[in-house]
Each structure stands twice: as structure tokens, then as C-alpha cells.
Nanobody, 124 residues
């Protein structure tokens, strides 16, 4: 059974940092682009950042550039998201996902495996 399990969410003050982890099991994702999405209350789920197996094609949504760093650990088949200088507007449930494609892709519909999500709350 394929599973993506996120961890590392929590409550942090604005300006602080968190590191999210996503552990994959049940299959390898060496040919799948993986990404982080987030969904805030009352808003649609949005792409945050993603990368390929070799970490050669990281891509970030505009507001995350320079603050977030996405990476993959190929040995442990894990995906990470280092979030620095967090803002109140970063508050959301963050999801890990694996795409059906190997290259960069942003639409939710291109992602076929999803984790259950982890809550990130940034206080002012």
C-alpha cells in the first residue's frame, strides 16, 4: 500500500522556522515529481514547492521563493520542506504529494498520491 506521511508541523511565531518531512512507503517515486501543497481555511489547495528525484529541478511558488527550501532524500525516499521566516499567511495544512509525471507540474490533478496533511500555524 502506497503511503505518504507528513510530520513536522506545529505552532511557531512569525519569523520562525519549521521543517516538514514526508516519508514515502509502498513504492519508489524515482520517476515522480514530488511536491508540497497547502490549504488554508476557506481557500483552495495551492502548490508550494516541488522537486524531482535528483533535486535538480526545484520549483517554488512566488511567495515562497527565498524563504522555503524543498529537497528529497533518495536513500530514505523522503521529501522535506524547510520553511524559514514564516509569516502569519503561511498558516495552512501542508500536504505532500507525488505526481504522475517526472517533470515539474503544478496542477493538483497531476498528483496521484497524497498524504493526510500536517497543520502549520504561524502566530503574530
Amino acid at each position: 500500500q502506497v503511503q505518504l506521511v507528513e510530520s513536522g508541523g506545529g505552532l511557531v511565531q512569525a519569523g520562525g522556522s519549521l521543517r516538514l518531512s514526508c516519508a514515502a512507503s509502498g513504492r519508489t517515486f524515482s520517476r515522480n515529481y514530488m511536491a508540497w501543497f497547502r490549504q488554508a481555511p476557506g481557500k483552495e489547495r495551492e502548490f508550494v514547492a516541488g522537486t524531482n528525484w535528483a533535486n535538480t529541478t526545484p520549483y517554488y511558488a512566488g511567495s515562497m521563493k527565498g524563504r522555503f527550501t524543498v529537497s528529497r532524500d533518495r536513500v530514505e525516499t523522503s521529501l522535506y520542506l524547510q520553511m524559514d521566516n514564516l509569516k502569519v499567511e503561511d498558516t495552512a495544512v501542508y500536504y505532500c504529494a507525488a505526481s504522475r509525471y517526472s517533470g515539474i507540474t503544478l496542477p493538483n490533478g497531476d498528483y496521484i498520491y497524497w498524504g493526510q496533511g500536517t497543520q502549520v500555524t504561524v502566530s503574530s
